[in-house]
């Protein structure tokens, strides 16, 4: 008969006292939510894992396997580049790598999105089994559409060999390197806020799959800004997924993204570091319980 | 040394998908689980755990016993710090290994050798940590060639076999179980019990939720029994059980 505690018979009262104080607990929030961005990326050998894996599972069966990403790609944007120039009639020249490039810059971008929005309420199975960060769910789900885009890049390479007058391979095309680096920060960032909101209001899922369809339709991809006049111009041209769309499809075609694109992108992702920073540290606990 | 210190913990959720005013009253009258409440949003709030303050030091094996609903695997997790406590304040020393659930986590396309190596990483093991287990892992499952095939093709038994042979690899100071000798063989059972035994020599606490008496009564030297989400009793594992089962006990005035 050693140890009977109801709850009355309590000890260490200031203790106890101590950490109901409101501020405190502002401050053990937000360094809960840093070590688990922290934690996230120096487990990395989880994420990076679990996301191969994600890609390889989905294609087990298939003899020609995550190939099929490339091949249901090719088929699509090169319908659609040679279908569209005729339609619009643009020089095919011109028009056919703009829209491959683009394509492929919008669909990492959009399922991005998509995906990212699912990223808690999907992984809800090991979130309530083992204590892992919440940030590795949104890693996982970020760098499994990195290997998708990378399968999807092959793409373009038979662009570079017919188009070589107006797509290059140049210095320019390195700039690719920082581009998906910024995209990815982006991804994680955003991502977090989209997964605990798609986490919270299931709806939101469903709502933003139709957004994201009708930016894809606002956002330059099948067309070029400069069919605008002038004045409209900037408008497109400030739309933040059209300086991300850019910041991979400039360096695809052998060009450099411009001096404005570059600025607002890193605007976007200044903002997006905070934000998601600020909305994680005060709901990261109850994230559990929207599951 | 491990340790884990709650001081007044509550655990509380919301849940969504129930309308607070059709339901409140239906739920109000039910007789297990934690109690149910309307907070100042109209929302379904439950309280899983209420006010516990309890000390688990080095070397304690408690077994946690409890109705359904008791509030047995909300502790599980909160000591697992699944679940963050919504009052009062949690403090756990040591490596945790939660043994809650072992299905999740089982890649059902992919064969077992891979979720070996799955479930490894995900415990935070690394590969050459992993690689040097992996025979042993697969020794104890006993499932021979079928591990190079995908677990899809596995009757439930041997995915029991298989999530247990896993879980049960790595060395924590902290194990937490949720009653898993649920299904298996007799043969397994057996291995798998030698298996447990000598998990929880090497852990140095172990919490473990059950119906089986006899397994409390073989392992744990004290026995916490839950109640509509409070401690009822903590202490005496003779005690705890013949309250668990409304027995009249002389020291029930002790509690």
């Not at chain 1, 409209?232 to 850019?246: K, S």
């Not at chain 2, 000798?181 to 447990?196: H, L, W, Y």
């Not at chain 2, 059950?210 to 030297?221: A, M, R, V």
């Amino acid at each position: 008969m050693e140890s009977i505690f109801s709850p009355a018979t309590s000890y260490e009262t200031d203790t106890v006292s101590d950490n109901n104080k409101p501020f405190n607990i502002k401050k053990e929030q937000r360094r809960l939510a840093l070590k688990d961005i922290i934690d996230g990326i120096i487990k990395w050998r989880v994420w990076l894992l679990i996301s191969y894996l994600d890609v390889k599972l989905r294609y087990r069966r298939s003899s020609l396997g995550p190939f099929w990403i490339t091949i249901s790609m090719a088929i699509t944007t090169y319908s659609m580049g040679y279908l569209y120039s005729h339609l619009f009639h643009i020089n095919l020249q011109i028009y056919f790598p703009y829209l491959v490039a683009g394509m492929l810059s919008w669909t990492l971008i959009s399922t991005q999105v998509t995906d990212l929005t699912e990223a808690l309420s999907s992984s809800e199975g090991l979130i309530k089994q083992i204590k892992l960060p919440y940030t590795i769910y949104i890693h996982k789900i970020a760098a499994r559409n990195i290997i998708i885009f990378f399968h999807n890049i092959i793409v373009i390479i038979p662009i570079l060999a017919i188009f070589h007058e107006v797509a290059k391979v140049n210095f320019n095309t390195l700039l690719l390197i920082p581009g998906l680096f910024v995209i990815y920060v982006n991804s994680i960032s955003f991502g977090l806020i989209l997964g605990m909101i798609g986490a919270r209001y299931r709806d939101i899922v469903q709502i933003i799959k139709s957004l994201i369809q009708v930016a894809f339709f606002l956002t330059p991809i099948m067309w070029s800004p400069d069919i605008l006049p002038a004045k409209d111009r900037l408008i497109a041209v400030l739309n933040p997924l059209y300086c991300l769309v850019e910041l991979i499809r400039a360096p695809l075609l052998g060009m450099t993204p411009t001096l404005l694109t570059i600025c607002v992108s890193a605007l976007v992702t200044v903002i997006g570091i905070a934000y998601s920073f600020v909305m994680f540290a005060k709901h990261r606990s109850r994230i559990i319980y929207w599951l | 040394m491990a340790a884990i210190n709650l001081h007044s913990v509550s655990v509380e959720f919301p849940v969504y998908n129930v309308n607070a005013r059709s339901l409140k009253k239906e739920f109000l009258r039910l007789a297990t689980g934690g109690t149910v409440r309307e907070d100042e949003n109209h929302r379904v709030i439950i309280s899983a755990l209420n006010d516990i303050s309890l000390t688990i030091s080095h070397g304690d094996r408690i077994g946690l016993v409890g109705h359904n609903g008791s509030g047995k695997s909300s502790f599980l997790r909160l000591l697992a710090s699944i679940y963050e406590p919504t009052r009062g304040k949690i403090d756990i020393q040591g490596h945790i290994s939660p043994m809650l659930d072992l299905m999740p986590g089982i890649e059902m396309e992919l064969t077992g050798y891979e979720n070996i190596f799955i479930r490894g990483t995900l415990l935070g093991l690394t590969r050459t940590e992993i690689n040097k287990q992996t025979q042993e892992i697969a020794d104890l499952t006993g499932l021979g060639d079928f591990l190079t095939m995908p677990t899809r093709t596995y009757s439930s038994g041997m995915l029991v076999r298989l999530a247990f042979a896993i879980s049960s690899q790595i060395k924590p100071d902290i194990l937490l179980i949720d009653e898993i000798f649920g299904t298996g063989d007799a043969s397994f059972i057996q291995t798998a019990k030698e298996r447990m035994i000598n998990l929880l020599d090497q852990s140095s606490i172990v919490v473990m939720a059950t119906h089986s008496d006899g397994l409390i009564k073989e392992f744990c030297n004290k026995t916490l029994l839950l109640e509509g989400g409070s401690v009822k009793y903590f202490g005496d594992t003779e005690t705890a059980l013949a309250l668990y089962h409304g027995e009249e006990v002389l020291t029930e005035t002790a509690s």
